[in-house]
């Protein structure tokens, strides 16, 4: 299968301080990148997906001013936390999809820690 | 609205013992099933899937899941756990309306397999 990589795996940041979380597809080029965020013991929540070269489609509750998403090319897509508060804390997880797979591939995930 | 639900959130299972996790959607359209597996550390990855044909799906390491449309359901099983199984087990449903671009994930079901 194909993979996806996230950097950093682990950040630990200040109150008020922005993070950008980047994920690429190594071996194939994802049309689409979805962003998701894990709250322990609970499931994945979808944030947003995003399309290359086009704005991201956020779900409902997900403030787009506050998570920032770009997909500039056919394989990285970043997540940018602004501003961020102790409640951001979380594990963010990217998937990727496309080229020949119609499947997602999930990256290792970004545990985010702000104090 | 659309949603996944996961029977048991903890399983605990003797070596050589047969699994079955339970997964039931709601959505009255078609859609894509997924069983995805979180290896302790290790990102999420693809157990196996399906989109249309035999409803009975295999899938890697001896899983299996069966997709009953008339109960909503595609429950996952194993004959025979091995320590190795350890994990958490998640089910995932895209419904094809969406063109199969928005996830629906279930709780997730840790299993523990005693050796």
């Known amino acids: 299968g194909a993979v996806v990589s996230q950097h950093p795996s682990w950040v630990i940041c200040k109150s008020g301080t922005s993070v950008k979380i980047e994920c690429r597809s190594l071996d194939f080029q994802a049309t689409t990148m979805f962003w998701y965020r894990q709250f322990p013991k609970q499931s994945l929540m979808l944030m947003a997906t995003s399309n290359e070269g086009s704005k991201a489609t956020y779900e409902q509750g997900v403030e787009k001013d506050k998570f920032l998403i770009n997909h500039a090319s056919l394989t990285l897509s970043t997540l940018t936390v602004t501003s961020a508060h102790p409640e951001d804390s979380s594990f963010y997880i990217c998937?990727?999809?496309?080229?020949?797979?119609?499947?997602?591939?999930f990256g290792p995930g970004t545990r985010l820690t702000v104090l | 609205a659309q949603s996944v639900s996961q029977h048991n959130h903890h399983v605990i299972l003797s070596e050589a013992a047969s699994l079955e996790l339970g997964c039931n959607y709601s959505y009255g359209g078609t859609v894509n099933l997924f069983w995805y597996v979180q290896y302790p550390g290790q990102h999420l990855q693809l157990l196996l899937k399906y989109f249309s044909g035999d409803p009975l799906v295999k899938g890697i390491k001896g899983f299996e899941a069966e997709f009953i449309k008339s109960k909503f359901s595609f429950n996952l099983r194993k004959p025979s756990v091995q320590w190795s199984d350890t994990a958490e087990y998640f089910c995932a449903v895209n419904p094809r309306n969406t063109g199969g671009f928005k996830t629906i994930f279930g709780a997730g079901t840790r299993l523990f397999v005693k050796a």
């Open positions: 998937s990727a999809r496309g080229g020949a797979y119609n499947e997602q591939f």
